[in-house]
C-alpha cells in the first residue's frame, strides 16, 4: 500500500513540475507583455514646498497665477490634425475634408498672438476612453492600471477636474456620455449622450447644440467641456473620404464660429481631438493617422508673446495638455501628470509684458513647477513600486536639483541687476535644462510602461514550447507508467528541463539582460531538440512494449495512436488554436465553440456507432460459423435498447443541451447584432407585473432542483447513500438545506432595491453565508470520510481470511466475500457473506459528491439566472459520458481513445465559458459575484478576488471536477449504457460479475497511470491554447485591437487553464485520498 | 470461363463508372465556377435558393446517370420499382428534417432565414445521403458497411462513399469564413456552406475516378 501511495506521490510531483513550467512561462510572458503601472491616489494640494504665490500678488492662481479664468474645452471626437490646418494646395481641395474650418484658419491668420494650432499626438492605445484618462490626469495608458477600485472606469488618478472642484469652481458638461462614467458625480451640469451608436451621426452633436450656447452664457461656470461625437462616428461609418465628414466638419467650424463669438475677456478655448482617424475612419492602434489629432488654443486676451509662424506647427504630446490647462487656470498640476506644459502659453501676461527677460523667467517658472511636480511623482512612485530602472533615475534627480540651484543663483543675480544679455542667456539654456529633465522622465516612463519587451515574451513562449513537449513526453510514457514502470529515459529529461527552467528563473529575477539572456535561448532551443528525439524514442519504446505484451490485439487497435479519428482531433485542435490569431474569430468563439462541441460530439457518437457495427460483424461471423440463429425480430423493446439507437438519441440530447446554452450568453461590444441574454438581467430589474420575475424565480428554483436531484439519486442508485456516516447524512441533509438557502437568497435578491436597501446588513448575508459554511463543512466532513460505503451488519457471520498471502491475492480474497450489488439485499438469504454498498462506485461517488457540492455553490455565486445553464452541463457532461461508455463496452479491450473525450470535454468548457454569461473581455467581468454573502467593505482583496474568479472560470472548475468521471463512468455501469449492455451481451453479464471502478483498485497502477495520462491531456490542450493565445497576443501587439480583443484573450485563456490545473491537482488529491482511504479500510475488514 | 466473364462485366462497370464520373466532375466543375459571382440564375451569391434548387436538380440527375449506367449493365440487379421509389421518397424526407436539426444544432439561426436553412439541409441531404439511398436502399447493413466501416466496394459504391463524405465534410468547412469581418456577399448564411457542400461535391466525384482509375488500373493489371 505504502509502495502505490508513493507512486501516486511520484506523479503528483511530475504534474507539479509541468505546472511549474507553466507558470514561470505564463509569468515571464506577461512580464514582457502587459504594460503595467500602478496608480497612486494621493492628489497634489496647493501647500508645497516649491511653489509660492505672493510672488505677484495676483488675484486666482495657487502654484501659479492663473492668466484665465474660465476655459472652454471643445473635444471633437477623431478630429485629426489634418482636418484642422489650411492647405492652399488647391489639388488636395478635391479631399472632403480639406479646409472644412476656416474659422481656425482665419483666427491663426488675423490674431497670431491670440490663437495657436498644435499637432496634438495621442499615446496608444487611440481609444476614445483611454484617451480621455490621458487629457484628464497627464498619465500614460497602460493595460492595467492597477487601481484600487477596478470595478467601474471611473477615475481614480488625480486630474484637473478633481482640482477644480476641490477649489470650489464649477465643471460642466454636454456630450459623449463617456465622461459620465470617468467622473461620477463632479459636474453641476451635465448634458450625456449615448456614444454607443457608431451609425448615428446627429443626435449626440445636435443634442449639444440645442443646450451649448444657453449654457455658455449662463457664466455660471469655471470650465465647461463639450464632446462632439459626430466626426468619429462618420469616420467609422463612412471613412474619411466621404463628403459626409466634410459637412460634419463644416458644423462643427459653425460651433467653433459661435463659440469663440461668446467668449468674454478672460476666457480660453481649447479646440482637440482625442485621436486621428485611419484611412478606413478607424482609430485604437499606433499609426502615424490615429495618433495625430489636432489641438487649437484661443485666447480673447492675447495668450502669447512669441507667437507662431503660419505652417510651422509645434508637435506637443496629448498629456502637455493637462499642465498646461491646469497652470492657466492657476491650479495646482495634477499628481500624476507626466506631460511637459506648452511653454508659449506661460509667456505672456500682465507682469511680463515689455520685458523679454521677463517673459523668459516666467516660462522657466512654469517649466520648473512642472519639473519639481514630475520629480515628486517619480519620487513617490519609486516608493511603491520597483518598475523604474534606478540608476537612470538617481541621475536625473541630481541633473533636476543643480539646475535648481543655478536658478537659484541665477535670480539673485537677477536682483542684483547684473549684465542683461548674460541673464537673458542662461535662462534660455535653464528653460532647455529643465525640458530636457522632463522629456527624459517622459521618456524614462514611456519605456517601462509602454514598451514590449521582446526578450520576455520570446523567452515565455519557449519556455511554454518546452512545458508542452515534456507533457507529451509524458503522455507518452504514460502506458509503461501504468504497468509501474518508470522508463530510464524519463531522468535525463527531467534532469535537462530542470536546469533550464532554474536558469530561466534565476535568469529572470535576479540578472539583467544581455548575454545571459542568450544562453537562455540557446538552453532553450537545445533543450527542444533533445526532447523531441526523446519522445520519438519514447514512442518507439512504448510502441516496443505494447507490441511484446498485447500479441493478442489486432494490427487496427495498434495504429489507434494514427487513426482518422486522432487525425481530425489533431485538425480539430489546429483550427481551434489558428482562431486566437483572428480576430473575429476570437470576437465569435461563442459561436465557434458551439460549432466545434457540436463536431465532436458527432464524431464520438460516430465511433460508438461504427465500433458497435464492427462487434457485430465479428460476432456475425462467429455466429455463421456456428449456424446460429439470428433473431432480427424488429421489437420495440429491442429498439429502444439497441445501443446504436441509445447513442443516436444521447448524442442528440447532448448536442440539443449544447445548442440551448446560446441562450444565456453574454454579448460582446463587437458582436453585431447581439443581444444580451434575459438571464443576465438581475432579477429586481424584471418586471412582476408581466410575471417574467415569477417565472424566471421559479424556473430556476426548479433547475436548482433538478440539479441537486439527478446526483442523490445517481448515488442512491448505487447504494451509496446508506448507513448515518456524515457525507452521507450531509448529501442527504445538508444539501437540501443548501438549496433552501440558495432559493430564499435569490428570493432577497429579487425585492425591490429600496426594500432590499432597508433590511438590516446580517438579513442579506446571512443565507449565502449558510451555503458557503455549509459546503466548506460538507467538504471536510467528506475530506475526512472520503468512503461512501457502507457495511450492512451481519453478526453471526464474519468474514475469514488468510493471512500471509500476497496483498494482490488478498484483494481478490476480499473481493470475492463482498457483494456489492445491493439487490442482493433484497434476495436476503442468510448464507451470504456481508453487503457493501457502494463499494462499486467508490470513486464515482466520490466526484459525483464533489461534483455536487461544486455545483451548488457556483449556482449562488453565477445567480439565479443561471442555473439553467449549470443544469445544462450536468446533462451534457452525463449524457457525453453515456455514450462514452456505450463506446467502451462495444470496445471490447475497454481502451478508450482519451484525446477524443478531453478534447470534447475541453471545448465543452469553453462552451459553457460562455453559456454562463462571460465573455473573455474585461468589462464583462461579473463583480457583483463579490457580494454574495459579504457586504462590500473587505479588509483584504482575497475573498473578493476568489468569488469572482469562481464566478468567471465556473464552467472550468465544474467540468474539471467532473473530469475523471471519464475515466471512472464506464466501469460504474450508466443508466443507459447499463441498459445497452443488459441487452446486448447478457451472458457476459453473469460471467464477470459487476465490479465497478473498484476494478480499478485492484489494479494497482492502472488507476494512477490512466489518470495521469488524462490529466497529461487536459494539461497539454490548455498548455497549446495558452501558447496560440501568447502568439497570438506577440504576433498582434501593434494590433488595432490588442487592448480590446488578444491581450484580453490571452489573460483570460491564462487564468482559466491555471483554475483546470489547480481544480485538477485538488480533484487528483481527492482520487489519491479514496484511494489511501480505500486501502486502509479494506486491510482493516480483512484483520477483523 | 465463368470468371472470365464476371471479370469482364466488372471490368466494364468500372470502365462506365469512370467515364461517367469523370463526365459528372468536369460538369459540375464548370457550373460551379463559370456562373459564380456573374449575376445569372446560377450565381450562388445573387440567387441563392433558385441556384440552390438547380444545383438539387443537377445533382439528382447526375447521380441517377452515374447509377443507372452501372444497372444498365447488370440486368440480374433488378428492383420492384414502385415499392423502392416509394421507400426512397419516404426515407429520403425523413432525412431532410435530420439534416435541418443539425444545422440548427450547430449554430444556424433558428428564427430568421428559414427558408435558406431549409434549402441547405435539402442540398445536404442529396449530395449526402441520395448517393447512399441509390446504391443501398434502405438496407441498413450495406450502409454501415459501405459508411460507416468505410468499405466500399467497386462501381457506384465508391462514388457514393466519396461524394457524401466530401460533401459533409465540405458543408462543414464552409461554415468556417462566416465569422470573418470581411464583408464578402458570400459568406452570409448559407451561400458559403452550399458553395462548401458544391465543392465537396465535385471534389469527391473527382476523388472517386481517381478512386475507381486506381482500381481499374490495378485491375488491368492484375489479368495481365
Ligand atoms: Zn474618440
Ligand atoms: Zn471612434
Known amino acids: ?1088 | 470461363m465463368t470468371d472470365e466473364k464476371t471479370y469482364y462485366t466488372a471490368r466494364k462497370v468500372l470502365k462506365r463508372t469512370l467515364a461517367w464520373t469523370l463526365f459528372c466532375s468536369l460538369a459540375s466543375l464548370i457550373l460551379l465556377f463559370i456562373p459564380f459571382n456573374s449575376g445569372t440564375i446560377l450565381d450562388l451569391v445573387s440567387n441563392c435558393l433558385v441556384a440552390t434548387k438547380i444545383w438539387i436538380l443537377v445533382i439528382l440527375i447526375q447521380i441517377c446517370f452515374i447509377c443507372k449506367s452501372v444497372t444498365q449493365s447488370l440486368p440480374s440487379k433488378q428492383h420492384s420499382k414502385v415499392g423502392s421509389l416509394l421507400k426512397y421518397v419516404a426515407v429520403f424526407l425523413a432525412i431532410v428534417p435530420v439534416f435541418y436539426v443539425i444545422t440548427i444544432l450547430f449554430g444556424a439561426p433558428l428564427t430568421e432565414s428559414r427558408a435558406e436553412t431549409f434549402h441547405f439541409a435539402l442540398l445536404l441531404s442529396v449530395a449526402g445521403t441520395f448517393p447512399g439511398l441509390m446504391t443501398c436502399g434502405v438496407n441498413l447493413n450495406e450502409w454501415s458497411r459501405i459508411f460507416v466501416l468505410s468499405s466500399p466496394e467497386n462501381g457506384v459504391e465508391v462514388v457514393a462513399y466519396w461524394v457524401s463524405l466530401c460533401s459533409i465534410f465540405g458543408a462543414w468547412l464552409g461554415a468556417f469564413p462566416i465569422p470573418l469581418d470581411w464583408d464578402r456577399p458570400w459568406q452570409v448564411w448559407p451561400v458559403s456552406c452550399v458553395l462548401g457542400t458544391l465543392c465537396g461535391y465535385t471534389i469527391g466525384l473527382m476523388l472517386s475516378s481517381v478512386h475507381l482509375f486506381i482500381s481499374y488500373y490495378k485491375m488491368v493489371r492484375q489479368k495481365r
Not at chain 1, 467609422?236 to 473620404?241: A, D, S
Not at chain 1, 486676451?301 to 495638455?321: E, L, M, N, P, V
Not at chain 1, 537677477?414 to 522622465?441: D, G, N
Not at chain 1, 507529451?472 to 530510464?488: A, D, N, Q, R, W
Request: hydrophobic share 45%; proline share 3%.
Open chain 1, 1 to 1088: 500500500m505504502v509502495a502505490t501511495m508513493g507512486f501516486g506521490i511520484k506523479i503528483l510531483g511530475i504534474i507539479c513540475y509541468l505546472l511549474l513550467f507553466y507558470i514561470a512561462s505564463v509569468l515571464i510572458f506577461t512580464k514582457g507583455f502587459l504594460l503595467k503601472r500602478v496608480a497612486i491616489d494621493s492628489n497634489s494640494s496647493c501647500n508645497v514646498d516649491f511653489a509660492r504665490t505672493e510672488e505677484h500678488g495676483e488675484t486666482g492662481g495657487c502654484w501659479m497665477h492663473a492668466t484665465h479664468q474660465r476655459a472652454i474645452v471643445v473635444i471633437i471626437d477623431a478630429l485629426k490634425f489634418e482636418f484642422m490646418v489650411h492647405h492652399s494646395d488647391i489639388m488636395k481641395n478635391k479631399l472632403s475634408y480639406i479646409n472644412k474650418l476656416p474659422e481656425i484658419h482665419n483666427l491663426l491668420t488675423q490674431k497670431p498672438k491670440h490663437a495657436l494650432l498644435y499637432k496634438f499626438i495621442a499615446d496608444p492605445p487611440t481609444t476614445t476612453l483611454q484617451r480621455l484618462k490621458g487629457i484628464t490626469t497627464g498619465s500614460l495608458p497602460t493595460f492595467v492600471d492597477a487601481g484600487s477600485n477596478f470595478g467601474s472606469s471611473e477615475i481614480a488618478e488625480d486630474n484637473f477636474l478633481d482640482q477644480l472642484i476641490r477649489r470650489g469652481k464649477k465643471v460642466k458638461f454636454l456630450g459623449d456620455d463617456t465622461w459620465l462614467g470617468l467622473f461620477p458625480g463632479r459636474f453641476s451640469t451635465a448634458f450625456p449622450f449615448p456614444s454607443f451608436n457608431v451609425h448615428d451621426l446627429h443626435t449626440v452633436d445636435n443634442g449639444i447644440l440645442q443646450h451649448l450656447y444657453t449654457e455658455l452664457k449662463k457664466k455660471d461656470w469655471t470650465l465647461t467641456i463639450v464632446h462632439f461625437l459626430g466626426v468619429d462616428h462618420c469616420g467609422h461609418r463612412y471613412g474619411p473620404l466621404h463628403p459626409a465628414i466634410g459637412d460634419k466638419l463644416s458644423q462643427m467650424n459653425q460651433v467653433i464660429g459661435n463659440i469663440t463669438a461668446l467668449m468674454e475677456k478672460g476666457t480660453v478655448l481649447f479646440v482637440l481631438g482625442d485621436h486621428g482617424m485611419t484611412a478606413t475612419g478607424d482609430h485604437g492602434g499606433d499609426s502615424q493617422d490615429e495618433v495625430e489629432a489636432g489641438l487649437f488654443v484661443y485666447g480673447v486676451d492675447q495668450i502669447t508673446a512669441s507667437g507662431q509662424k503660419h505652417g510651422d506647427y509645434r508637435t506637443i504630446s496629448q498629456i502637455d495638455f493637462v499642465p498646461t490647462i491646469s497652470l492657466l487656470l492657476g491650479l495646482p498640476i495634477p499628481f500624476s501628470n507626466l506631460g511637459q506644459v506648452v511653454p508659449e502659453l506661460f509667456d505672456h501676461c500682465s507682469w511680463s509684458k515689455e520685458s523679454h527677460i521677463k517673459q523668459v523667467y516666467h516660462r522657466v517658472q512654469a517649466l520648473r513647477l512642472n519639473a519639481l511636480q514630475i520629480s515628486h511623482y517619480i519620487d513617490s512612485y519609486m516608493k511603491i513600486s520597483r518598475d523604474l530602472p534606478e540608476e537612470l533615475y538617481t541621475e536625473l534627480q541630481l541633473s533636476l536639483s543643480l539646475t535648481e540651484d543655478d536658478l537659484q543663483k541665477l535670480v539673485t543675480k537677477l536682483s542684483s541687476h547684473a549684465e542683461v544679455e548674460e541673464v537673458h542667456l542662461k535662462f534660455h539654456s535653464l528653460e532647455k535644462r529643465y525640458i530636457t529633465y522632463i522629456q527624459s522622465v517622459q521618456g524614462m516612463c514611456r519605456d517601462v510602461w509602454a514598451k514590449f519587451d521582446l526578450g520576455a515574451m520570446t523567452l515565455g513562449i519557449l519556455t511554454l514550447l518546452v512545458a508542452i513537449l515534456l507533457t507529451v513526453y509524458c503522455i507518452k510514457i504514460s502506458p509503461l507508467i501504468c504497468e509501474g514502470k518508470f522508463p530510464g529515459s524519463a531522468i535525463v529529461v527531467f534532469i535537462t528541463s530542470f536546469v533550464y527552467i532554474v536558469h530561466i528563473i534565476v535568469q529572470v529575477s535576479f540578472l539583467e539582460r544581455g548575454m545571459v539572456l542568450f544562453m537562455a535561448f540557446i538552453l532553450g532551443l537545445v533543450d527542444l531538440v533533445f526532447l523531441g528525439i526523446t519522445i520519438q524514442k519514447a514512442q518507439g519504446d512504448s510502441k516496443g512494449e505494447e507490441l511484446k505484451n498485447l500479441t493478442k490485439r489486432s494490427y487496427f487497435e495498434l495504429s489507434q495512436t494514427f487513426s482518422f479519428e486522432n487525425w481530425f482531433n489533431l485538425f480539430v485542435i489546429v483550427l481551434s488554436m489558428a482562431g486566437y490569431f483572428s480576430n473575429s474569430f476570437v470576437v465569435y468563439d461563442t459561436s465557434i465553440s458551439v460549432f466545434l462541441t457540436q463536431t465532436l460530439i458527432l464524431m464520438v457518437s460516430f465511433k460508438t456507432v461504427k465500433e458497435h457495427f464492427r462487434t457485430v460483424k465479428e460476432t456475425h461471423k462467429e455466429m455463421h460459423a456456428k449456424k446460429a440463429r439470428t433473431s432480427n425480430k424488429l421489437r420495440f423493446s429491442n429498439i429502444v435498447q439497441h445501443p446504436v439507437f441509445l447513442t443516436l438519441c444521447l448524442t442528440f440530447f447532448c448536442s440539443f443541451c449544447i445548442c440551448l446554452t446560446k441562450n444565456f450568453q453574454a454579448c460582446r461590444e463587437e458582436q453585431v447584432n447581439c443581444i444580451n441574454s434575459r438571464f443576465l438581467e438581475r432579477l429586481v430589474n424584471l418586471s412582476s407585473n408581466t410575471g417574467e420575475k415569477n417565472i424566471r424565480y421559479f424556473f430556476s428554483i426548479v433547475c436548482l432542483c433538478i440539479l441537486v436531484l439527478i446526483p442523490y439519486l445517481l448515488l442512491k442508485h448505487y447504494g451509496n447513500l446508506n448507513g448515518t456516516s456524515l457525507p452521507v447524512l450531509c448529501m442527504k441533509y445538508a444539501m437540501p438545506l443548501l438549496l433552501v438557502c440558495c432559493a430564499l437568497h435569490w428570493a432577497v435578491q429579487g425585492l425591490p432595491q429600496n426594500v432590499l436597501d432597508s433590511m438590516p446588513v446580517w438579513q442579506q448575508i446571512v443565507l449565502p453565508r449558510i451555503v458557503h459554511v455549509s459546503c466548506i463543512f460538507s467538504l471536510l466532513v467528506f475530506l475526512i470520510q472520503p468512503l461512501l460505503v457502507y457495511i450492512l451488519p451481519q453478526n453471526h457471520k464474519s468474514l475469514s481470511l488468510p493471512y500471509g498471502q500476497s496483498s494482490e491475492h488478498l484483494m481478490h480474497t476480499v473481493y470475492r466475500h463482498i457483494k456489492v450489488n445491493w439487490q442482493d439485499y433484497f434476495s436476503n438469504s442468510k448464507d451470504k457473506p456481508p453487503v457493501v454498498f457502494g463499494l462499486g462506485t467508490v470513486y464515482t461517488s466520490g466526484v459525483l459528491y464533489i461534483g455536487t457540492l461544486v455545483s451548488l455553490l457556483l449556482c449562488l455565486l453565477l445567480g439565479d439566472g443561471m442555473t439553467p445553464s449549470v443544469l445544462l452541463g450536468w446533462f451534457s457532461v452525463m449524457s457525453f459520458l453515456e455514450i462514452i461508455s456505450i463506446q467502451m463496452k462495444a470496445t471490447q479491450d475497454a481502451r478508450l481513445n482519451m484525446l477524443s473525450a478531453v478534447l470534447t470535454f475541453h471545448l465543452m468548457t469553453s462552451v459553457f465559458f460562455y453559456g454562463t454569461g462571460h465573455q473573455a473581455t474585461i468589462p464583462s467581468i461579473r463583480w457583483e459575484a463579490a457580494f454574495v454573502g459579504f457586504h462590500g467593505d473587505f479588509t483584504n482583496n482575497i475573498v473578493p478576488a476568489i468569488l469572482i474568479l469562481f464566478n468567471t472560470f465556473a464552467a472550468q472548475v465544474l467540468f474539471t471536477v467532473l473530469t475523471p468521471l471519464i475515466l471512472l463512468w464506464p466501469y460504474s455501469k450508466g443508466i443507459f449504457s447499463g441498459i445497452s449492455l443488459n441487452n446486448k451481451s447478457g451472458k457476459n453479464e453473469t460471467e464477470s460479475e459487476w465490479k465497478g471502478d473498484f476494478v480499478l483498485f485492484e489494479n494497482e497502477h492502472k488507476l494512477k497511470g490512466t489518470m495521469m495520462e488524462l490529466m497529461m491531456y487536459i494539461i497539454l490542450i490548455n498548455e497549446l491554447q495558452v501558447l496560440s493565445a501568447m502568439c497570438a497576443a506577440s504576433l498582434h501587439r501593434r494590433h488595432l485591437m490588442v487592448w480590446k480583443i488578444f491581450a484580453p484573450r490571452f489573460v483570460f485563456q491564462a487564468v482559466s487553464s491555471s483554475i483546470t490545473f489547480v481544480t485538477l491537482l485538488l480533484v487528483y488529491l481527492l482520487i489519491l485520498k479514496i484511494d489511501s482511504q480505500l486501502g486502509k479500510w479494506l486491510t482493516k475488514l480483512c484483520t477483523k
